[in-house]
């Protein structure tokens, strides 16, 4: 229907829509199904409130997220309230709190809905939804590694296909610019065209980085490649370390899923806001959107921690297609002791609530493929 | 944990909570369970936004729901949006609007998260999660048994246990009460008395109808019983029709479900803002919540609508416990083959991130029940 011809109260505020109901069906086992992969390598499932209080929501790590985020006045505490754009930050809390005497590494898993204020002007989704999990209480490439295995495992099991998962270093670039020691406007306009992936101004603009950042925006693409251009490179001692740490956690993926497509984009930075150490962004070919993205990051108390969100709405799009229980009319009148039975083989029965001349016309009204007469199952 | 221990950051605002693993993960396979039992009976899940704008949330059925709504401002429209307090009244939104040509009766099915004010100075959840059904465009016994019959499976299928349906009919205590013919102030009285069961004030203040109201605040029990008084009262016609759906609702439910525990509660008014015809409470025995409500209301543009709402924090309280995966601990370097065949089997792995001398105690301190080396599965 076209959105002028419905009444005024159908309109949706922008970014928040309705999911009709093969989309609803199709989004809620897609989460399912994930957080079920998520269960199978011991990622055990949390909840956390939709709303917390803003000094909360917005600690530590989620103090990046304030300026996408709503506030609610709460009555009862006269407190500022926000209503959660992520639940990174909120995982992390309860890891710090309710779970510290937990063991380490902890690993949780999370399905929600989170709300983002929205960039001015811009269409986007506003309400996400997310599904993901945190391994909190271990800084390697091993734990690096097995969110984006567990991730490819999930989207393997929705049926996903030609997934890629694109790995970067946020932390790596800015070291690299941080030791170029430019002053401040020269180090916002080289950090403007390296987001550009303007490679002219950052050889101008770059000072002594100039040559190495040139040659990692020219490695960016398959892994293998962009990892030998970073090997040769003659990177700081400390930019070094960092480098290191993506080869070896691109090595331990590779160990475990050689067929899994990895890309490096060594001046990717965007988006990443609490971030610390090895990112990944998940792409299906296809689909313009990512599907999740993740990384490393400081839990409380500067907990090392790493993740992965996946986002069920996007998933959907690229997920193989759900099969739904066939109908079956049964009319009013008729015995439900077989009704229950088809129920468990796996049909779905739609009573008839009045007394018809033509059950078969009623049943083809209302979408069923069968008909139950006098205990026998007519296809329609 | 005791509240005053935790850091600052811990405290949550007051009826919003934090589920950990098991509970989490029990609430989310009690919505899926009780969402396929929907589904079993052609009910089609559909997935209403979190927020919508004011206006539309809070228009028709939805009026009633202003005092218990959040708001919000849109700095994109620049209108308010509202968070909602219930679903029912977007289920009958989108029934109106993008199913509008969709064939009669509608079943739809949905679960979700709400957010209510809450009540000044009361303790109480704020944040409710909903799942229920709405059976829309027909208005008959027939119908409003439906809703409790499958809702009734659904619960069976969770494992509650001495559940019970509590039939009310604000509509006719009401009639009633207008019949009396009071002035604002002894209306008021009488339905304050009626509301506390005061038997005492009911005969003072119910005027002519006191009798009446006298013998139905004593009818409340089982429903036999009850619908026996209801028959042999001397009511208006207009009286008498409600109270026949009442009977023919209980025939209805009985001729399918003869073991389902129903009550009767004729002058039970509280808590029912938008609903026009019999109404529902269900309780399981030992749960001092309601497990769910619903009842007969006008959907937009008055058409007929019955639905029931479950409410699942509850539900998993009195619900069978859930069974997680046994945990399987699986050493960092082992082959990962077996690993993967133990999850398909109904086990959860937990991979060793860490070289370690004692791979047994580091599973135990893992919540491991298992450990897998050289291919062999171990109990600990």
Redesign the interface.
């Known amino acids: 229907?076209n959105p002028i011809d419905?009444?005024?109260?159908?309109?949706?505020?922008?970014?928040?829509?309705?999911?009709?109901?093969?989309?609803?069906?199709a989004?809620?086992r897609g989460i399912?199904a994930v957080?079920d992969v998520f269960?199978?390598?011991?990622y055990?499932?949390?909840?956390?409130?939709?709303?917390?209080?803003e000094?909360?929501l917005l600690?530590g790590a989620g103090q990046a997220l304030g300026e996408q985020t709503?506030r609610?006045m709460?009555?009862?505490?006269r407190?500022m309230?926000a209503?959660r754009p992520d639940m990174t930050t909120q995982i992390a809390?309860?890891a710090?709190?309710?779970?510290?005497a937990s063991?380490r590494?902890l690993?949780?898993s999370?399905?929600?809905?989170c709300?983002v204020?929205?960039v001015?002007g811009r269409e986007g989704e506003r309400?996400i939804t997310q599904a993901g999990i945190e391994l909190i209480g271990?800084d390697?490439a091993?734990?690096d590694a097995?969110v984006v295995l567990v991730a490819a495992e999930a989207l393997a099991h929705l049926g996903v296909e030609d997934v890629s998962f694109d790995l970067s270093y946020p932390a790596l670039v800015q070291k690299i610019v941080d030791e170029a020691g430019l002053n401040a406007v020269k180090r916002a306009q080289l950090v403007h065209a390296l987001d550009r992936k303007d490679a002219t101004a950052v050889a101008e603009l770059g000072g002594s980085a100039a040559e190495i950042l040139t040659r990692l925006l020219q490695a960016a693409g398959p892994a293998g490649p962009a990892l030998e251009v970073l090997a040769a490179l003659e990177l700081s001692e400390a930019a070094r370390v960092l480098a290191d740490r993506l080869r070896e956690v691109v090595a331990v993926i590779h160990a475990?899923a050689p067929e899994l497509r990895l890309t490096v984009d060594p001046v990717e930075f965007r988006g990443w806001q609490y971030h610390t150490g090895v990112c990944v962004t998940v792409f299906a070919r296809g689909q313009r959107e990512e599907l999740g993205r993740g990384g490393r990051y400081l839990a409380?108390d500067e907990e090392p921690a790493c993740g992965l969100t996946l986002r069920p709405e996007v998933l959907l799009r690229a997920a193989r297609p759900i099969a739904l229980?066939p109908?079956v009319y049964v009319p009013?009148g008729a015995e439900?002791t077989r009704a229950a039975q088809l129920?468990r083989e796996g049909?779905?029965?739609?009573?008839g609530?009045?007394e018809l001349a033509d059950y078969r016309a009623e049943a083809q009204?209302?979408?069923c493929a069968y008909i139950l007469s006098h205990d026998e199952l007519t296809k329609l």
Chains 1, 2 share one sequence.
């Open positions: 229907m419905e009444p005024n109260n159908a309109l949706l505020p922008s970014g928040f829509i309705d999911l009709l109901q093969h989309e609803a069906e989004e809620a399912e957080m269960a199978q390598h011991g055990e499932r949390v909840r956390p409130p939709l709303l917390e209080f000094t909360s600690h709503f609610l709460d009555p009862e505490s407190r309230m209503l809390r309860i710090a709190t309710r779970l510290a063991p590494p690993r949780l999370y399905a929600g809905t709300v204020v929205g001015p309400q271990v390697s091993e734990a097995e475990h409380h229980r109908r009013l439900r129920r049909y779905a029965t739609v009573v609530l009045d009204r209302l979408g």
